[in-house]
């Protein structure tokens, strides 16, 4: 049994281009609360393929890189959401084994490691929450939460995760994706090194009680994991993959919840052996709990960097609906005139589009 180990991408450099994009602070211009907005989705739209392939630029605006330093430079880990504009969900086994220093840090708004772009944003890591009942990853609990040190600003690269709670029906959701930037093989039988341009994959939602039969992992999965990927293998997330989101396509809207955070594995891409996720649905309160977002009013006290106490049983949560069934989410709208701007381009095309077609008649 092998988590979805560290990768080691090295030689990030943030070197923004001259030009500067809209970007602006993830609050709401009219109180609303946004999750799993895609901008750049519209425009390339989404991988209809079931193989590893590059994800666009800004397909997947919360997905976030974690780093650390190493002898040689920086290195990319493990991955993480973003699930409001200061705090980053992730795998607690990223963080067994490391010693945390304030020269850590996280990039959003990119899809390439090894090219920053003026979307590009750098944050250093304030504090790093390990869940209390962590013990290794076959044991459950893998998850864990980042504090940055300032929040960060949204823009077409860069959105909020949606967060299901309990009720969201998790296991009828079809249409899910993962995304990372592991390796393509299991680095053990391959000597495969972590991509450096973000990759995604179709997966599907599998039965836990046949990921968790003779066969298949013979129990070893939790009332908290989910299953993802394919009986005969050949779609899975890798080592590098750590920390990053499984998502699933919501019923009735056009956005993504965050349904799984990339957890472990018996290799990689292997039949009868999917990937193991931990179900955010599952440690829903919990999160709510740690990011002190409770009725009784008050933040939560954050419990000490590796805890290992137990926190109490959390308070009742405040709902903060956004899509529907989300009570994690943030503020992260676009304001007014970004939106007439995206408007007018879009009439411009189509203007251009049907004189195009008027001309051809």
């Known amino acids: 049994t092998s988590h979805r180990a560290p990768g080691h991408h090295i030689g990030i450099q943030i070197t923004p281009s001259p030009s500067e994009p809209p970007i602006f602070p993830c609050t709401p211009p009219h109180g609303t609360r946004t999750c799993g907005y895609r901008p750049m989705a519209d425009y390339y739209g989404t991988s209809r393929v079931v193989g590893g392939v590059n994800a666009h630029e800004g397909a997947w605006p919360w997905m976030v890189s974690i780093n650390i330093p190493r002898p040689t430079g920086y290195a990319h880990i493990c991955g993480g959401s973003l699930?409001?504009?200061?705090?980053?969900?992730?795998?607690?086994?990223?963080?067994?084994?490391?010693?945390?220093?304030?020269?850590?840090?996280?990039?959003?708004?990119?899809?390439?490691?090894?090219?920053?772009?003026?979307?590009?944003?750098k944050r250093w890591i304030r504090q790093v929450i390990v869940h209390e009942y962590y013990y290794n990853v076959t044991s459950g609990f893998d998850i864990a939460l980042m504090e940055l040190d300032q929040p960060v600003q949204c823009g077409y690269h860069v959105q909020l995760a949606c967060v299901p709670d309990a009720t969201v029906r998790v296991s009828q959701l079809s249409e899910c994706i993962v995304s990372g930037w592991g390796a393509r093989e299991a680095r053990s039988e391959s000597g495969a090194s972590s991509r450096s341009v973000l990759q995604e994959a179709r997966v599907r939602l599998m039965d836990i009680s046949l990921c968790n039969s003779s066969q298949w992992y013979q129990g070893a999965l939790q009332r908290h994991n989910l299953c993802a990927g394919y009986p005969q293998g050949g779609i899975d997330t890798c080592q590098g993959d750590s920390g990053g989101p499984l998502m699933c396509r919501d019923k009735r809207s056009n956005f993504f919840w965050v349904v799984g955070v990339t957890s472990w594995g018996h290799g990689c891409a292997r039949a009868k052996k999917p990937g193991i996720y931990t179900s955010t649905q599952h440690f829903h309160d919990w999160i709510l709990y740690q990011l002190g977002m409770y009725r009784s009013g008050g933040a939560s006290a954050a419990l000490p960097r590796w805890s290992p106490q137990h926190a109490s049983p959390p308070p009742t949560q405040e709902t903060m609906l956004t899509p529907t069934g989300s009570s994690i989410s943030g503020f992260c709208s676009f304001p007014l005139r970004v939106l007439v701007e995206f408007t007018s381009r879009v009439q411009e095309l189509l203007q251009d589009l049907l004189g195009k077609m008027s001309s051809r008649v």
């Open 83 to 121: 699930i409001t504009s200061q705090w980053v969900l992730t795998a607690a086994h990223c963080f067994i084994g490391q010693n945390f220093s304030t020269e850590w840090f996280v990039l959003v708004g990119l899809t390439d490691l090894s090219v920053a772009t003026s979307e590009t944003q």
